[in-house]
């Protein structure tokens, strides 16, 4: 970097912590057999049954910000890891139902404390988790997931005359 550069923008700022967070917590959860994407799988799963849903994979995929066809892919892992429980959905046969078992619920548990910690870490330049300036923090980050984002389509000859 130039000693005349602003320094790095919002974008890769985003995008480290996003990747520095996603590498502490695969190490953080490895040796209870997660991976980052199966944490982020089993926590949501593990909120949603303790409100009562069994959901589809199709609204943990939503729910997460995954691609359905990532949550399919690590439901299926997680199963034969016996953590999940994948069952056809009576209402919608084509839509598969997930629920954690037994042993996936106190993986989880485990795994959530192991997170937390992590978490505090994360936070304690703002103060920790309960902080006014973490609390700040998470206020915005919200509102920029809440914004629509759309890839803009390059003006070229390839593209002229298409609608988007």
């Known amino acids: 970097m130039s000693k005349g550069s ?3 923008g919002p974008g890769f700022l985003v995008w480290r912590l996003a990747n520095k967070w996603r590498v502490a917590v695969d ?17 949501s799963l593990y909120g949603m049954q303790c409100a009562g ?3 589809s994979q199709r609204r943990l995929a939503d729910h997460t910000g995954l691609e359905a066809l990532y949550v399919s892919k690590l439901a299926r892992a997680l199963e034969s890891a016996g953590l999940v ?9 084509r839509a ?16 959530f404390g192991v997170v937390r910690e992590l978490l505090q870490d994360l936070l304690e330049p703002l103060g920790g988790p ?10 915005e980050l919200a509102i920029l997931l809440d914004a629509p984002l759309a890839p803009s389509v390059p003006n070229n000859e390839s593209t002229q005359g298409r609608t988007p």
């Open 53 to 55: 849903e069994r959901p």
């Open 130 to 139: 309960d902080a006014p300036r973490t609390r700040t923090f998470t206020d």
């Open 27 to 43: 190490r953080a959860v490895g040796p209870l057999g997660l991976t980052h994407a199966q944490y982020s799988l089993v926590a």
């Open 6 to 8: 602003p320094g790095p």
């Open 85 to 93: 429980e994948r069952a056809r959905d009576p209402r919608d046969p």
């Open 96 to 111: 598969v139902q997930l629920a954690l078992t037994e042993r996936g619920q106190a993986v989880t548990r485990e795994a």
